[in-house]
T-cell receptor, first 105, second 115 residues
Framework: SQQGEEDPQALSIQEGENATMNCSYK?????LQWYRQNSGRGLVHLIL?????REKHSGRLRVTLDTSKKSSSLLITASRAADTASYFC?????FGAGTRLTVKP | DGGITQSPKYLFRKEGQNVTLSCEQN?????MYWYRQDPGQGLRLIYY???????QKGDIAEGYSVSREKKESFPLTVTSAQKNPTAFYLC??????????????FGQGTRLTVV
């Protein structure tokens, strides 16, 4: 079973806009992680947020965690065409279904 | 270079045959994992191993087998019992099991096609 559910399934934006992806989960967590996958490739780790953290930043990425709602969001600011990829959340060794982001130049 | 290597990149299997996908890591990680990804979908956990000589079934273990005789290696065998094996297979490793405190490192995947 996939414990993380993500929305939206697909997101299309223009370069320079912000992209927000959401992930919900069902069980308690130690941490939640976000990964990126370019088409047909392996996954690359983006950011890890621990259960006692509420927000974390890394460059143009901002991740929030709301343990009361069992949800997390990934915000990519000032998007670029190179951000086009699928994004997945991970916790308890299970991945969400992912959000396919397309950034149009 | 430290990393995790999967081979081959592409693999073709005839129906009824067993095939083995290789996964090797030189990161000195204790834990290793296998995931399956179908087109346009997320990753599903097949098997994982938190330590040498031990492994557990994930969510879709039927038709698959693994071994963990060495810390560096976690091969996955897709048996003839797996009815729909065509998929993209990803191997991962982490310092400790369950990704509890650390990130996962992924190989570049093996694309298996049944012909």
């Amino acid at each position: 079973s996939q414990q993380g559910e993500e929305d939206p399934q697909a997101l299309s934006i223009q370069e320079g806009e912000n992209a927000t992806m959401n992930c919900s989960y069902k069980t308690s967590i130690n941490n939640l992680q976000w990964y990126r996958q370019n088409s047909g490739r392996g996954l690359v780790h983006l950011i890890l947020i621990r259960s006692n953290e509420r927000e974390k930043h890394s460059g143009r990425l901002r991740v929030t965690l709301d343990t009361s709602k069992k949800s997390s969001s990934l915000l990519i600011t000032a998007s670029r065409a190179a951000d086009t990829a699928s994004y997945f959340c991970l916790h308890d060794m299970r991945f969400g279904a992912g959000t396919r982001l397309t950034v149009k130049p | 270079d430290g990393g995790i290597t999967q081979s081959p990149k592409y693999l073709f299997r005839k129906e009824g045959q067993n095939v083995t996908l290789s996964c090797e890591q030189n990161l000195n990680h204790d834990a290793m994992y296998w995931y399956r990804q179908d087109p346009g979908q997320g990753l599903r956990l097949i098997y994982y191993s938190q330590i040498v000589n031990d492994f557990q079934k994930g969510d879709i273990a039927e038709g698959y087998s693994v071994s963990r005789e060495k810390k560096e290696s976690f091969p996955l065998t897709v048996t003839s019992a797996q009815k729909n094996p065509t998929a993209f297979y990803l191997c991962a490793s982490s310092i400790t099991g369950g990704f509890i405190y650390t990130e996962a490192f992924f190989g570049q995947g093996t694309r298996l096609t049944v012909v």
